[in-house]
Nanobody
């Protein structure tokens, strides 16, 4: 099975940028779909972005559309989340999640659709 490790979180000012990485080990990301989610204190985990490794299809939550970009690097077996024009409301723990394409059921925006999760990385945006 695939293991996921996120990195790249930290502190940014409003309007700034951060790039998160999700590195896979144990399995190549090919044949997987990958999602980014975030969870702020006291709130439910919410969908941020999705990429299908094989065909490159991408989807974004309305709250991040036009500001965040999800991408993949085949050679590094890594998915990235480039976050621009950050807002204080983007503050959360960010998680990457993966599921085999052949086993993917349900909505790309539902956490229940993914079996594999990273440990999360904190993003804090100051005003």
């Amino acid at each position: 099975q695939v293991q996921l490790v996120e990195s790249g979180g930290g502190l940014a000012q409003a309007g700034g940028s951060l790039r998160l990485s999700c590195a896979a080990s144990g399995r190549a990301f090919s044949n997987y779909v990958v999602g980014w989610f975030r969870q702020a204190p006291g709130k439910e985990r919410e969908f941020v972005a999705f990429i299908n490794w094989n065909d490159g299809n991408r989807f974004y939550a309305d709250s991040v559309k036009g500001r965040f970009v999800i991408s993949r690097d085949n050679a590094k077996n890594t998915v990235y989340l480039q976050m621009n024009s950050l807002k204080p409301e983007d503050t959360a723990v960010y998680y990457c999640a993966a599921q085999l394409t052949t086993s993917f059921r349900g909505s790309v925006s539902s956490p229940k659709s993914y079996d594999y999760w990273g440990q999360g990385t904190q993003v804090t945006v100051s005003s």
